[in-house]
C-alpha cells in the first residue's frame, strides 16, 4: 500500500518534470525576445542585455531548465548572473526552496505570487466542489430512483438546460441581476477567513462558487443517475432486497456504494483541474485567483510565472490522482493493495 | 373447530394459485407467468423445469415479492402457510423476506457485493429480523459457514467474495440464506455457475439441511438431473405455464407432454449408448408477446399431426390428470401419449432401454 504510493509520487515528481520541460521549451519556441519583453518597451539594448543576463536567457534553454529545477529543490538566489549579484547586493532577492523562479514583470518571486494568488483559486474551487458534489449526488440519486418520472426528467432537462449556458454568461447574470438589480446578495469581493472569519470568507464565495459549480452541475448529475441507474440493476440489490432490507439500506448501502468508484474518481480529476484556476468565473467577478494571474501572465509573456503556475497546477491534478488511486484501495477491496 | 383443525392440517405449507405475472412494456403485454398453480409441503422439494424465458424465475421472485416496486402486474394467489402473500403491505412482505422465505441466486459472485466482507453480508441478513449485537451475529455467521461447510469460518467470515472460490461462494450463499431458518427456500438455479462435482457437493449439502431443519424446497432448472436427484415433485414450464405436473419419478419415467420428451431427450446420458443420438427440441422459445394460439407449445410439436383437426392450434389443452393417474397432469391434446412415449420417443432417444422390453 505504502510501496504502492511512493512509486506513485515518483512517477508524479517525474512528470512534472517533464511538464516543466515541455513548458519552457515552447516559451522559447515563440519568437517573442524574453528579455526585451521582461525588461520593457523603453529599455536600451545595453539594459536589455544586463535583464538577459540577470535572468538567464543567455544561455541555452537546457541549461535555463537545469537551473530551475535545481531552485525547485534547493533554492536560488536572483539576479542568476553572481556578477551582478555582487555589484549590487541590495537587489538580490533569495528564493527560498521550492523556488519557482523569479517575475521581473511583477517584480517579485513566482513563490510569493502564487502564495497570493492560490488561495482564492482554492477556496472558490473548495466551495465548489462541495455545493456540486451536494446537489449533483443528491438531483441524481432522486433522479434514478424515480426514473422516467416528471421529477426525472424535470431534474435532468433543468440542469442541461444550465449546463448549457456558458459560464461568463451565468456569472455575469448573476452580478447583474442578483446583486445589482434585485440586491438579494451584496457584491462579492475576496475576503480571507483571517479578515472576514468562516462566514465573511464563505458569503463572499457564494456566487462565485456557484458560478462554478453549475458547469459541473449537469455532468454529474447525470453520472450519478446512470451509475445508480447501472448499481440498482445488479444481482447483489436483488440478494439485498431478498434478505429483507428495507429499501433506504437498499439504496444507500448497496447501490450507492457501488456508484461511489467512478464519482470519486471523476471528483478527484475535476477538482485537481479546478485547483489550477479558473479563468472564466475569475475573470468575470475580477476575483485575483490563480486563473487571472495565468491570463495575466501569458499575455505579458512572463515566462517564469506561466511556468510555476503551470507546475503548480500540474502537481495539484497528479496528487488528486495519486488520493484518488489511494481511495480506490478503500471503496473497493478488489483493488487493495499488497 | 375440530373441522377448522382438519382443514389446517390438510391445507398445504405452500399453495400458488391462478398466478400471474405480466409486465407491461412498450410492444405490449409480457405474459411471463400465466396462470400457474401447485402446492407444497415442509421438507418437500419441487423441481420447477424449462428453458429460458419459460417464467419459471419471474413466478419464484413473485413468491419473494420482488416484482414489488416495478411494473410488474401480479394476479393470483400466494398461500404460506395460509397467509396470501399478495395481500401484504410492504413492510409485512419485507418481514416475511429472508426470515420465512429465502432465495439462493444463480450466479454466487454477483449475488453478492463486491465491496462487504461475506460475513458482513450474511451478518446483515440476520441483523435485519434479529435484534442482536454485532458480536452475537457474528458468532451465528460463523456456525452457519462452519455448517455449510466452510473452513476456517472465524478466519472466512472477514474474505471477500472474490477471495472465495464459486463453490465455496455458492455455500456462502446457502448459509445466508438459512440462517434465519427460513420454513421456504427457493434456489433458482443454484449449480448453473458451477462445475460438476462442486454442483453435487452443493446439491447434497441442500438436501442435509432440508432433512435437517424440515425446509420447503423450490429448486428452479434447466437441468434434469438436477430435478431427478433433489425434488419429490416436477413442474415442466413452458410459455409461463405449467405443461406437465406430477411426482419426479412420473414425470421422468412416464412423461405424458411433449415438450418433456423434447427436454429428456436433450440430457446427454454418460452411461447410455454412445451411439443414442441427442436430440435438441426443434425450433426456438415462443414469445411472451404474442404467444402462439392454442397450445404454445404446438409450433415446435412433431407429434401434432396425431391429434385430430387443428385443436393443437386453435385451442389452448387444460392441465388435467393423464392417463396414468389423478397426481400427474399434463396439458397436451394427445388422447394415448403414453404409447407414443414408449414406441417412438424411447427407441429414438435410448434404444438400449428399448430393445430390453
Known amino acids: 500500500m505504502w510501496a504502492y504510493a511512493a512509486r506513485r509520487v515518483v512517477i508524479g515528481i517525474l512528470l512534472l518534470l517533464a511538464l516543466s520541460l515541455v513548458t519552457f521549451i515552447l516559451f522559447f519556441a515563440s519568437p517573442a525576445d524574453q528579455a526585451k519583453l521582461a525588461c520593457g518597451k523603453q529599455c536600451t539594448q545595453a539594459q536589455i542585455a544586463v535583464t538577459e543576463k540577470a535572468l538567464g536567457y543567455d544561455k541555452p534553454v537546457y541549461e535555463q531548465w537545469a537551473g530551475f529545477a535545481k531552485g525547485v529543490v534547493a533554492g536560488r538566489d536572483f539576479p542568476i548572473d553572481q556578477a551582478q549579484r555582487e555589484a549590487a547586493p541590495e537587489t538580490v532577492t533569495h528564493c527560498a526552496a521550492p523556488c519557482l523562479g523569479f517575475s521581473k514583470y511583477y517584480g517579485e518571486t513566482v513563490n510569493s505570487l502564487i502564495k497570493d494568488y492560490a488561495p482564492i483559486s482554492i477556496s472558490l474551487a473548495v466551495v465548489a466542489v462541495v455545493l456540486w458534489l451536494f446537489f449533483g449526488v443528491l438531483l441524481g440519486i432522486a433522479a434514478a430512483v424515480t426514473k422516467g418520472s416528471i421529477l426525472d426528467r424535470g431534474i435532468v432537462g433543468l440542469t442541461l438546460l444550465v449546463y448549457a449556458f456558458p459560464t461568463f454568461f451565468i456569472g455575469v447574470f448573476f452580478l447583474k441581476y442578483v446583486v445589482v438589480k434585485w440586491g438579494l446578495l451584496d457584491y462579492p469581493y475576496y475576503t480571507p477567513i483571517a479578515e472576514g472569519g468562516v462566514w465573511g470568507w464563505l458569503t463572499n464565495l457564494w456566487l462565485p462558487s456557484l458560478t462554478l459549480a453549475l458547469v459541473f452541475l449537469a455532468s454529474y448529475v447525470r453520472m450519478t443517475r446512470a451509475f445508480v441507474l447501472e448499481s440498482l440493476g445488479e444481482d447483489y440489490i436483488r440478494t439485498a432486497k431478498a434478505k429483507g432490507l428495507n429499501s433506504r439500506a437498499v439504496l444507500f448501502k448497496h447501490g450507492l456504494r457501488a456508484a461511489l468508484t467512478p464519482l470519486v474518481t471523476m471528483t478527484g480529476i475535476d477538482f485537481g483541474t479546478l485547483l489550477g484556476g479558473a479563468i472564466i468565473t475569475e475573470s468575470v467577478f475580477a476575483y485575483p485567483g490563480l486563473g487571472l494571474l495565468t491570463v495575466q501572465s501569458s499575455q505579458a509573456w512572463d515566462l517564469p510565472t506561466v511556468v510555476g503556475i503551470v507546475l503548480i497546477a500540474g502537481s495539484f491534478v497528479v496528487l488528486m490522482n495519486i488520493i484518488v488511486d489511494i481511495a480506490y484501495a478503500f471503496i473497493d477491496p478488489r483493488v487493495r493493495l499488497g | ?357
Open chain 2, 1 to 357: 373447530m375440530e373441522q377448522n383443525a382438519h382443514m389446517d392440517e390438510k391445507q398445504p405449507f405452500l399453495k400458488v394459485e391462478n398466478l400471474k405475472v405480466h409486465f407491461p412494456t412498450q410492444d405490449g403485454l409480457v405474459k411471463a407467468t400465466d396462470g400457474l398453480s401447485y402446492a407444497l409441503d415442509r421438507g418437500q422439494t419441487l423441481g420447477i423445469v424449462g428453458e429460458s424465458g419459460s417464467g419459471k424465475s419471474v413466478s419464484s421472485s413473485a413468491i419473494l415479492g420482488l416484482h414489488r416496486g416495478t411494473n410488474a402486474k401480479v394476479e393470483g394467489r400466494i398461500l404460506l402457510d395460509g397467509v396470501d402473500l399478495l395481500a401484504l403491505n410492504n413492510a409485512e412482505m419485507r418481514k416475511l423476506r429472508g426470515k420465512e422465505i429465502a432465495m439462493i441466486f444463480q450466479d454466487p459472485l454477483s449475488a453478492m457485493h463486491p465491496y462487504y466482507t461475506v460475513g458482513n453480508q450474511i451478518a446483515e441478513a440476520y441483523r435485519v429480523h434479529h435484534k442482536v449485537s454485532k458480536k452475537a451475529a457474528r458468532t451465528r455467521v460463523i456456525d452457519m459457514l462452519e455448517l455449510v461447510g466452510i473452513p476456517q469460518p472465524d478466519v472466512r467470515f472477514d474474505s471477500y467474495p472474490h477471495q472465495f472460490s464459486g463453490g465455496m461462494r455458492q455455500r456462502a450463499m446457502i448459509a445466508m440464506a438459512l440462517i434465519n431458518d427460513p420454513s421456504l427456500l427457493i434456489a433458482d438455479e443454484p449449480t448453473t455457475a458451477l462445475d460438476v462435482t462442486v454442483q453435487a457437493q452443493i446439491l447434497d449439502l441442500l438436501q442435509n439441511l432440508q432433512r435437517e431443519f424440515n425446509t420447503a424446497i423450490i429448486i428452479i432448472t434447466h437441468d434434469l438431473g438436477v430435478v431427478a436427484e433433489m425434488a419429490d415433485e416436477a413442474l415442466v414450464m413452458y410459455a409461463g405455464r405449467a405443461v406437465e405436473h406430477g411426482r419426479v419419478k412420473e414425470v421422468l419415467t412416464h412423461p405424458q407432454m411433449p415438450y418433456t420428451w423434447g427436454l429428456l431427450s436433450s440430457v446427454p446420458d454418460i452411461t447410455g449408448d454412445p451411439n443414442a443420438r441427442m436430440v435438441p427440441v426443434p425450433g426456438n422459445p415462443p414469445s411472451l408477446l404474442s404467444p402462439p394460439t392454442g397450445c404454445a407449445f404446438h409450433p415446435r410439436c412433431v407429434h401434432r399431426d396425431k391429434v385430430p383437426g387443428d385443436l393443437c392450434t386453435t385451442e389452448l389443452p387444460d392441465l388435467v390428470p393423464g392417463p396414468r393417474g389423478g397426481l400427474h397432469l399434463k396439458r397436451c391434446h394427445l388422447a394415448d401419449p403414453e404409447s407414443i412415449y414408449q414406441n417412438e420417443v424411447i427407441p429414438e432417444i435410448a434404444p438400449d432401454l428399448a430393445e430390453e422390453r
